[in-house]
């Protein structure tokens, strides 16, 4: 069977060539493992002493231009390269082999000739398999076909698969096993890849922007487990320290801590790193997920809000070159202005039915609230009532990016009360094809007003709401000592890289994500 690998150098993945049946997969195993025995017997069957000095991808991209570096040129070049990476694909005419070589920056084409590289090692090279990784020494050519290659002098095998890869026609088509073998994954998916690379330099990129002028933000580590979980509502993991037999809990947000720093006198700082939180798994959520959560004192929640559009839209020019995405099947523009609409005025207008004398009328909204099919608890009150109302008819028709400002107190423990309108606070969120993307207030600082909102928090867990929060004395003794007016911002890293990487599920952006048990 023939095949012409520059022509296929691009595709996914490819396999050994062969006019036979594939192999039971424990047949395949027990070969290699001999094969691994044999250079045991050898001497050392894992080398770690060749040293790479050049890469694939840096290689394709400085001789992409064809025309400029012809055949000719290259050789006249003469320019001499160490590569390493794994065999991907593997062609053997008589005294002539090619070999794909995919490194963590792309792919290369590996020209071994048998008169080259010596008889004994062309042998040896024959038995290899696909899957192994290898070390070439030689010189860069271009093959008639226009293919770059590394004419090999030295070759050397520097790990031995045991397990054979997905062929190229099927590939991990097991949506699970591609989560549970992400190593394989990688391997195989161009589109894998490409997704986390991506993510690497969303982040890298975010850091850079929130360090610059003028925002001159400062990163920072907070304590990952908390002896008091604060900072969020959510329900938290718990876990034991057994030198001092005391229960912590995983961090649900690192607001809390985050907030003391600004007390302490740095006046912009930021984190981006894990939160747990003891909640279901779907495509939105995971157990763990990377959180941005940033505080900026002199600031208010409409100055957050300016800094997070600016943030997300310098992010997707500067990384993907567009403000215009593709997520599912809606096209998304983070480019205009974000619309900014106050959550009851969103509430009014999709539910005709709920007349603006209504919003603050515990009993009027309760009656909505079962109308529209939603369980309402004793406790809640007309604020709980309202967002519940928006999360049913108002959160999934948000496409384009839209802030809901201005959210009722007793959902928002943390936020500043407006001055103006009692019952409301200085918060909003922000929505992007219905799902939610960052979250943001005027941050309250009124140690008293702070110290009652928790104690409701606290009387909330006691009626049965094991996402209340806890009462965080140490806390409310850090804004006894002063926290300055303060605007503070979190944003879930994972669903913008969904977004920019047009991802459907959060395991998809998730290099390990949460998986059960196998059996």
Do not use: C
Request: net charge negative.
């Amino acid at each position: 069977m023939a095949l012409d690998v520059s022509a296929g150098s691009n595709g996914i993945f490819m396999t050994e060539i062969t006019d036979n049946l594939p192999l039971d997969e424990n047949k395949l195993i027990a070969e290699r493992r001999e094969k691994l025995n044999a250079l045991r017997e050898q001497g050392i069957a894992f080398p770690n002493d060749f040293k790479v000095d050049a890469f694939a991808g840096d290689l394709q991209a400085e001789f992409a231009d064809k025309d400029q570096h012809t055949a000719e040129a290259i050789e006249a070049l003469a320019r001499r390269v160490k590569v390493a990476g794994r065999i991907v694909l593997k062609r053997v005419q008589g005294k002539v082999s090619f070999v794909q070589m995919q490194d963590f920056t792309g792919r290369i084409q590996l020209f071994i000739h048998q008169g080259t590289v010596g008889e004994e090692t062309y042998e040896a090279f024959k038995g290899w398999d696909v899957g192994d990784i290898v070390g070439a020494e030689g010189v860069l050519m271009r093959t008639k076909t226009g293919e770059l290659s590394v004419k090999v002098q030295t070759l050397r095998l520097l790990t031995k698969s045991l397990r054979p890869l997905p062929d190229k026609w099927h590939g991990l088509a097991d949506v699970e096993q591609r989560y549970r073998q992400r190593y394989v994954d990688l391997i195989v998916t161009e589109e894998a890849r490409r997704t986390f690379m991506l993510r690497s330099k969303i982040i890298g990129y975010m850091r850079k922007w929130l360090e610059a002028e003028p925002y001159r933000f400062m990163e920072v580590e907070t304590p990952m487990m908390h002896i008091i979980p604060g900072g969020a509502i959510a329900r938290p993991f718990i876990t034991h320290h057994n030198a001092l037999d005391i229960d912590l809990y995983l961090r649900v947000a690192p607001e809390l801590y985050l907030k003391r720093l600004t007390v302490g006198g740095f006046d912009r700082v930021y984190e981006i790193n894990r939160n747990f939180r003891n909640e279901g798994v779907s495509t939105r959520h995971n157990p763990e997920f990377t959180m941005l959560e940033l505080y900026q004192a002199y600031a208010t929640y409409h100055e957050i809000m300016d800094l997070t559009e600016s943030m997300i839209r310098d992010t997707a020019k500067n990384v993907l070159g567009t403000t215009k995405l593709a997520w599912e099947d809606a096209d998304i523009d983070v480019g205009p202005a974000f619309r900014r609409w106050r959550m009851e005025d969103a509430v009014l207008e999709l539910n005709p039915e709920i007349k603006r004398e209504e919003l603050r009328n515990r009993d009027a909204m309760a009656a909505h609230a079962k109308r529209l099919g939603l369980q309402v608890k004793s406790n809640y009150g007309w604020g709980k009532l309202l967002l519940e109302i928006f999360e049913k008819t108002v959160e999934h028709t948000l496409v384009q990016p839209t802030f809901i400002i201005d959210h009722p107190v007793e959902v928002s423990p943390l936020a500043r009360e407006n001055d103006i309108d009692k019952g409301i606070t200085d918060r909003f969120e922000l929505f992007v094809n219905g799902k939610e993307f960052a979250n943001g207030f005027s941050e309250l600082n009124d140690p008293e007003d702070q110290a009652a909102r928790f104690q409701a928090q606290v009387d909330a867990k006691a009626s049965g709401d094991d996402e209340a929060m806890h009462f965080d004395a140490d806390y409310i003794r850090a804004l006894e000592v002063g926290l300055p007016p303060t605007g503070g911002l979190g944003v879930g890293i994972d669903r913008l890289v969904m977004m920019f990487t047009n991802s459907a599920s959060i395991r998809d952006v998730l290099l390990f994500p949460y998986m059960r048990p196998e059996a």
